[in-house]
């Protein structure tokens, strides 16, 4: 059975950084397409970033261009997002995802998606 976690979370003031980290179990994480989607109460979850199999190809939602960097290390089974000029808007429970078809797009639709972390939350003070 895959498992995510997340770790990283935390506060922060308004245009300071965090890096979240999202730790995979398994041997083929190399091979699948991940992403980092994000939630707060009583708002639908959205789609922050994604990203390749290979890393090669990264998406990002445009609340966050230029601001967030999607990346991950396969030989650690880890995904990463390391968030800057962080904004109060910014604050939610990050969730990592998985989508489980070996070699997939990395689509920004949460439905896609077959694995799901715990969350991490992220609190933006101003």
């Known amino acids: 059975q895959v498992q995510l976690v997340e770790s990283g979370g935390g506060l922060v003031q308004a245009g300071g950084s965090l890096r979240l980290s999202c730790a995979a179990s398994g041997r083929d994480f190399g091979t699948y397409a991940m992403a980092w989607f994000r939630q707060n109460p009583g708002k639908e979850r959205e789609f922050v970033a994604s990203?390749?199999?290979?890393?090669?190809?990264?998406y990002y939602a445009d609340s966050v261009k230029g601001r967030f960097t999607i990346s991950r290390d396969n030989s650690k089974n880890t995904l990463y997002l390391q968030m800057n000029s962080l904004k109060p808007e910014d604050m939610a429970v990050y969730y990592c995802?998985?989508?489980?078809?070996?070699?997939?797009?990395?689509?920004?639709?949460?439905?896609?998606?077959?694995?799901w972390g715990q969350g991490t939350q992220v609190t933006v003070s101003s």
């Open positions: 990203i390749s199999w290979s890393g090669v190809r990264t």
């Open positions: 995802a998985m989508r489980r078809a070996q070699w997939a797009v990395p689509i920004s639709t949460q439905s896609e998606y077959d694995y």
